[in-house]
């Protein structure tokens, strides 16, 4: 996270009106590689010293990667371990997230829970657990 914290700080140093008003900055979602990997992109912006701006920017190339909608359940569910934890962090960690994206992931993570059937399980049952999001277990017959 070097690099990009360095980046993000260097970019930090502009308003958003003296960039080009078409750029934005990578990852861009929906290309076949996504080169940063947006999560890295937004722990670094929790590291470093960044404008307001620019953490909001970094934050919403997460939302765009995971979905707000209907989808956003795949998406979750095709996260290996080390990117659930990462994203379940950044969903912790900022109040820059739309509320419609934190409540995607709420609705997503309980139904992901209940069929993980890895070791991804638990650190879902840790999370949920904390957010008072543990669904319900259907008794035994």
């Not at 502009?14 to 008003?21: G, M, T």
């Not at 795949?74 to 990462?86: A, S, T, V």
Request: hydrophobic share 35%; proline share 10%.
């Amino acid at each position: 996270t070097g690099k990009l914290t360095e980046g993000l700080e260097l970019l930090s140093q502009y308003k958003a009106e003296e960039l080009p008003p078409h750029w934005t900055p990578p990852p861009a979602i929906g290309w076949p590689d996504v080169i940063p990997h947006p999560f890295d992109l937004a722990l670094a912006a929790l590291e470093a010293d960044v404008s307001p701006s620019v953490r909001k920017m970094c934050f919403g190339k997460v939302q765009d990667f995971l979905g707000s909608s209907y989808r956003s359940n795949h998406n979750w569910e095709n996260l290996e371990e080390h990117r659930l934890i990462q994203a379940l962090t950044i969903l912790e960690s900022d109040d820059l997230l739309e509320p419609k994206f934190i409540e995607s992931g709420h609705e997503a993570l309980p139904y992901f829970y209940t069929h993980c059937k890895d070791s991804r399980k638990a650190v879902l049952h840790e999370y949920l657990s904390r957010h008072g999001l543990l669904p319900e277990v259907p008794p035994k017959d």
